[in-house]
């Protein structure tokens, strides 16, 4: 945790969440920009939540979903 | 959630298919996804595609609440997820390291048009996050899944899993940590 901003890490998960204001995500960026620590960790931050993403590589093709589909609308109509 | 799948849910609760179909049609990829983190397997998570559909139809009359649909989806999901993992257990069906990344998969990887070593990369990347996630303790991996794959809010989230808003934020800071340790090396 930086010693000089000790809430860094949560204030990047609201910004990565997109739950500041835009005037506290103005702030916010203009410190962590100024840091080359801080830009470091937002990075790594930022890579840690895109990475959950990869999960749109393992989708199937459409027929396998369209299959599904059908045996699903089968079992309940 | 969005206007369209609150009238489909409408309609749907009066039995009508066509209705339930888009609904299916909407969330189908991001349930799918959602089974494929708690049990990396196509055929598995296919299953648990249909059956938590399956159930969604037969709880449908029983939603009160159409703003926490989307939720009530994804719970349902991990839900199934989960307890077709205890099964899998234990029938002592132990996916293997090679499992993790199963053949299917890599044919679905290797159609992206990307060059070898992005595919490679991505391989990598996708092994790395499935080790995290496989390892994480059941609140901190539905934290991460519903956040960061399902996109549901903390508050969502919360209302999900019946627990304040500062225990999701706890368990996604701990699991989003984890992630972001085991990726350091990577790239």
Known sequence: MPKAYPDFEETAERYLDGELTPDEKKRFLGRARKDEELSRMLKEMKLAKDSMRIYEDVLPGAAKFNSARKRILSAVS | ?187
């Open chain 2, 1 to 187: 959630m969005s206007a369209k799948l609150v009238a489909l849910l409408k309609s749907a609760k009066t039995g009508d298919i066509k209705a339930f179909e888009q609904i299916v049609r909407i969330l189908e990829r991001r349930v799918y996804m959602t089974a494929y983190a708690i049990i990396p397997d196509p055929d598995e998570a296919m299953d648990i595609v249909q059956e938590t559909f399956v159930k969604l139809y037969n709880h449908l009359k029983r939603i009160r609440s159409e703003a926490g649909f989307k939720c009530f989806v994804f719970k349902m999901a991990t839900n199934c997820a989960i307890d077709r993992k205890r099964r899998l257990k234990r029938k002592k069906i132990s996916l293997s390291e090679d499992e993790t990344v199963p053949a299917s998969v890599e044919i679905e990887l290797s159609r992206r048009n990307e060059s070898p070593d992005k595919d490679v990369e991505r391989r990598e990347l996708l092994k790395i996050v499935q080790a995290v996630v496989d390892e994480l303790p059941p609140r901190q991996k539905l934290c991460l899944i519903l956040a960061d794959l399902d996109g549901l809010s903390k508050k969502e989230i919360a209302k999900t899993l019946g627990c304040p808003q500062g225990t999701v934020r706890s368990n996604l800071h701990i699991a989003r940590l984890k992630l972001r340790r085991a990726l350091k090396d990577f790239r």
